[in-house]
């Protein structure tokens, strides 16, 4: 079982900056994906970006070049900056851990409960 705890969502203007938080803890892989997705509401929930225990990482195109996500491995925990924030940017953002379990040699995936992030003049 792994556990995600995020933080970090708010209220920002246009143009402002937060940085989103997770978390993990549990039965954790050292080779694994961590990612943030969001959801708007009435749409799909969608990838914003994903990021290897290697730091390889990948952006939507919606985000690149305004979103950084890294992370810290002896923290076990990733994270989101986001600048330039826009409008379209509102939603819901939810971690992701994925990995394929040494022991079990299972595919698993979690979810966090999500953050809000809520971008109004």
């Known amino acids: 079982q792994v556990q995600l705890v995020e933080s970090g969502g708010g209220l920002v203007q246009p143009g402002g900056s937060l940085r989103l938080s997770c978390a993990a803890s549990?039965?954790?892989?050292?080779?694994?994906?961590m990612g943030w997705y969001r959801q708007a509401p009435g749409k799909q929930r969608e990838l914003v970006a994903t990021i290897t225990n290697g730091a390889r990482t990948a952006y939507a195109d919606s985000v690149k070049g305004r979103f950084t996500i890294s992370r810290d491995n002896a923290k076990n925990t990733v994270y989101l900056q986001m600048n330039s924030l826009k409008l379209e940017d509102t939603a819901v953002y939810y971690c992701?851990?994925?990995?394929?379990?040494?022991?079990?040699?299972?595919?698993?995936?979690?979810w966090g409960q999500g953050t809000q992030v809520t971008v109004s003049s």
């Open positions: 549990g039965s954790l892989f050292s080779i694994n994906t």
């Open positions: 992701r851990y994925s990995d394929i379990y040494p022991t079990t040699i299972t595919a698993r995936e979690y």
